[in-house]
């Protein structure tokens, strides 16, 4: 009996390929850790809070800068 070479077991169909990637696709979701409603809110109001302040300082040290070159322009 001839052995398979390399070349010939690679040689999978597209449809299987592509069917092979859902079944990863899918084992993968079912491990994945999914937050309660409570979660999501509570760290969506993190997020948000962490925008607020971080925006906050961008502006604060952007009007600084801009009064320190309009002290040097003038």
């Not at 971080?54 to 002290?71: E, M, N, P, T, Y």
Request: some cysteine; hydrophobic content about 45%.
């Amino acid at each position: 009996m001839a052995q398979a070479t390399t070349s010939d077991k690679k040689k999978v169909s597209r449809s299987g390929r592509i069917g092979n990637f859902f079944k990863g696709v899918k084992s993968e979701m079912k491990k994945v850790h999914w937050p309660s409603k409570k979660e999501v809110v509570t760290y969506t109001g993190v997020v948000i809070i962490t925008c607020a302040i971080v925006a906050g300082a961008i502006f604060v040290v952007d009007s600084v800068l801009s009064a320190l070159l309009q002290l040097v322009i003038k």
